[in-house]
């Protein structure tokens, strides 16, 4: 069963960093784009940042754009999401997800063309 684990959330003030994780496994990674998403209670979920499968195409939500960094080490079978300058705002769980692609610079940014989805990992920001 494939999986997507997620690590790397925690409690941070503003103006720090934290580095999440998204652990793959059972399924061939190297095939599949990832993005991250984050929700909080209420809202909808909100695409944050997306990686082709080779890592070479990357984008951003305009909120996290400069702040933010994804990457990826497909012998690792892991994607990564590198935040900085945080905000209270930024407070939310992360959950990363996969999909599978048949180019590979293609990115997605639309939740619902994303095949797997992890647990997702809390990250809360003070003020």
């Known amino acids: 069963q494939v999986q997507l684990v997620e690590s790397g959330g925690g409690l941070v003030q503003a103006g720090g960093s934290l580095r999440l994780s998204c652990a793959a496994s059972?399924?061939?990674?190297?095939?599949?784009?990832v993005g991250w998403f984050r929700q909080v209670p209420g809202k909808e979920r909100e695409f944050v940042a997306a990686?082709?499968?080779?890592?070479?195409?990357?984008t951003y939500a305009d909120s996290v754009k400069g702040r933010f960094t994804i990457s990826r080490d497909n012998t690792k079978n892991t994607a990564y999401l590198q935040l900085t300058s945080l905000k209270p705002e930024d407070t939310a769980v992360y959950s990363c997800?996969?999909?599978?692609?048949?180019?590979?610079?293609?990115?997605?940014?639309?939740?619902?063309?994303?095949?797997?989805w992890g647990q997702g990992t809390q990250v809360t920001v003070s003020s």
């Open positions: 997800a996969a999909a599978y692609m048949l180019a590979s610079s293609v990115v997605v940014t639309t939740a619902l063309r994303y095949d797997y």
């Open positions: 059972k399924l061939t990674f190297s095939r599949y784009g």
């Open positions: 990686i082709s499968q080779n890592g070479d195409t990357t």
